[in-house]
């Protein structure tokens, strides 16, 4: 399967927890985006990154979610001190330049 | 700002029959992108079609099409020939040039009834 990947696909956590999501892009993919989608709502931008460098920041990304993505390749994006609020989809997407995204299957996150 | 705007939350539709999906939006840019998405239950966004802002015919992609009125501001998706399958949301987004976020509706579920 040459799409892109997420792990894990679900995660429960309790409140107060770190996580930490991984996203596998296409391979070629130089742009990668993290989207959030709460539930009966589009997906949200959180941010990206061409190649190794994080480029653009949502004002959603508060100061308790970093994303790296340390060689240009894989991404992570980790969640500390989990809230309830957290509880959503996170979506990775991948991109040849400014081309079309293309979607992983996304982390549901549930903070109890 | 971008903003898109679905209006349908819901749609209910006869197999093998088309329909149309409601998508407007508002920029100020001239030049952007609109794409349509579709997210079964499993999660995924499977992206469906693309019109730029300059292409001057209307997309169409299989049994996806996108109805483009550039100066009602709209871009609808139509389906034809309705599957079973198609039975999922489905989002329309745009993106502005020089901007990398896609900016979603709020999306229109549609079930197909056999």
């Known amino acids: 399967d040459t799409g892109v990947s997420q792990d894990p696909r679900h995660k429960i956590t309790k409140r107060g927890q770190n996580v930490t999501f991984r996203c596998d892009p296409i391979s070629e993919h130089n742009r990668l985006y993290w989207y959030r989608q709460t539930l009966g709502q589009g997906p949200e931008f959180l941010t990206y990154f061409q190649n190794e460098a994080q480029l653009e920041k949502s004002r959603l990304l508060s100061d308790r979610f970093s994303a790296e993505r340390p060689k240009g390749s894989f991404s992570t994006l980790e969640i500390q001190r989990t809230e309830q609020g957290d509880s959503a989809m996170y979506l990775c997407?991948?991109?040849?330049?400014?081309?079309?995204?293309?979607f992983g299957q996304g982390t549901r996150l549930t903070v109890v | 700002a971008q903003k898109i705007t679905q209006t349908q939350p819901g749609m209910f539709v006869q197999e093998k029959e088309a329909v149309t999906l409601d998508c407007t939006y508002d920029?100020?840019?001239?030049?952007?992108?609109l794409f349509w998405y579709k997210q079964p239950s499993s999660g995924e966004m499977i992206f469906l079609i693309y019109?730029?802002?300059?292409?001057?015919q209307n997309a169409t992609e299989g049994r996806y099409s996108l109805n483009f009125q550039k100066a009602r501001k709209s871009a609808n998706l139509v389906i034809s020939a309705s599957q079973l399958g198609d039975s999922a949301m489905y989002f329309c987004?745009?993106?502005?040039?020089?901007?990398?976020?896609?900016?979603f509706g709020q999306g229109t579920r549609l079930t197909i009834n056999p």
């Open positions: 019109q730029g802002s300059y292409d001057e």
């Open positions: 987004a745009m993106r502005e040039e020089g901007a990398q976020k896609l900016v």
């Open positions: 997407a991948s991109s040849l330049g400014p081309g079309v995204a293309f």
């Open positions: 920029t100020s840019d001239q030049s952007y992108g």
